[in-house]
């Protein structure tokens, strides 16, 4: 009878830990699933159509980027969504900042790299 109840036991918990991990695999899937205007190619604009033609652009990787880019953008953190990376320009100063998690994918990096130079292009 130990040996039932431990197995069940470790049964619960891995049972556990993948409804877990599908719940996150949930919240992943709703903002992990790149946008339309992300899953097609693009042509770049012509430098003088950009934001800014050549922008200087900073990378920063941050332990709370989520929420960073939750107060930049305005796009809250919920238990289904939050805002995966953010980019911010400063046109005077030929400047973009890029911030993800510490963590983070190379669509998110792509994604937000457009943003330094078309701007708010699917806005």
């Not at 470790?10 to 991990?21: G, I, K, P, T, Y």
């Not at 989520?66 to 980019?87: L, N, Q």
């Amino acid at each position: 009878m130990g040996r039932i109840c431990s197995r069940r036991g470790l049964w619960r918990v891995l049972c556990l830990w993948l409804w877990a991990c599908v719940l996150q695999g949930c919240v992943a899937t709703g903002v992990m699933v790149p946008p339309k205007v992300d899953q097609v190619r693009f042509s770049p604009m012509k430098k003088e159509q950009r934001t800014i033609e050549e922008p200087r652009v900073k990378f920063l990787p941050r332990e709370d980027g989520h929420e960073y880019c939750a107060r930049i953008t305005g796009i809250p953190v919920t238990p289904t969504s939050k805002p995966m990376a953010c980019a911010f320009w400063n046109v005077r100063r030929k400047e973009c900042t890029i911030v993800t998690p510490l963590n983070t994918g190379f669509n998110y990096l792509g994604h937000e790299l457009r943003h330094c130079f078309e701007g708010a292009f699917h806005d």
